[in-house]
């Protein structure tokens, strides 16, 4: 959202009353200085209690707590001085450890010393946040195995620390893509009910060959797939204790002016699919 090619294509949203609620990746802009118009975007959905916390980059599964995970979680101190969170959430999996500064998040063994290392950094979030702590479900798996394992331990580290679900659809329709399974058969391996922030966005292929075809990634860097729109129109209902819907993009990714009709679009349709599914469920 700092970029300003992503608060230009945002911004009639905002100003026509269209966003009920956003989501800060916070840790992506600690130490740089936020632009005065997204301070003020920050500020008026922190005082409405409209803003959500997600973290990309704590690395959920680093065993032995490293200095860069020490600073994270005093960043995270000050970010929840600064604004009032209704909920704050992080990615499963293991990012980083010592040098090891970049990557995607990727599954570790569900063991239980690994679930038990799970749990400990879980509490050591929710400590600081005082406020309901989710995991979201990765993009990324090693094989189909790898897919199904990964909902087993997700289920494990909520049941354990009481947290919710951040279900991203899109990252459920990568694994569709890339290991030939189907939407139920990943939702199976999730806890749904603890289920109550929604991801959709778009992606792309990425030249990492599995099987003689490249990866679909969790990239926010595309139009949002009509399958995916398919996907969350057909299943909303189901998620019960679902309240927010967030549609992410990567502001560096929005280039062209299509790109910014793109972009509006899909946060519409979005929209209209809530709409749909409300008016269903009041009926
Ligand atoms: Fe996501």
Known sequence: MPEQAYLDASQ????????????????????????????????TYSDKNQLLGHGVSFS???????????????????????????????HFGFLT???????????MPCTPEMVKIGINNLHKIKKIAKCPIGLENLGFAFSKQDVIDQGKFITELLDETDSFLLLDIYNIYCHMINFNMTFDEICETLPIHRANEIHISGGSFR?????????????????????VFELLENNLNRFKNVET???????????????????????????????????????
């Open 12 to 43: 009639p949203l905002f100003n026509s009353d269209k966003v009920d609620i956003i989501e800060w990746n916070f840790d992506t802009c600690w130490g740089s200085t936020l632009s005065k118009q997204c301070q003020e975007i920050l500020q």
């Open 60 to 90: 959920l599964l680093t065993a032995r707590q490293t200095a860069r995970q020490t600073t994270w979680l005093e960043h995270l101190n000050d970010e929840v001085k600064k604004f009032n969170y209704k909920k704050i959430s992080e």
């Open 97 to 107: 450890t010592d040098k090891f500064t970049q990557g995607a998040p990727l599954s």
């Open 207 to 227: 030249q990492i060959e599995h099987e003689n075809q490249n990866i679909y990634c969790d990239s926010h860097d595309a139009k949002v797939p009509n399958d």
């Open 245 to 283: 819907c967030i549609f992410e993009r990567i502001g560096k990714t929005i280039l062209t002016q299509q790109d910014t009709a793109q972009f509006r679009e899909d946060f519409l349709t979005l929209q209209s699919i809530i709409k749909k599914t409300n008016h269903a469920r009041n009926q």
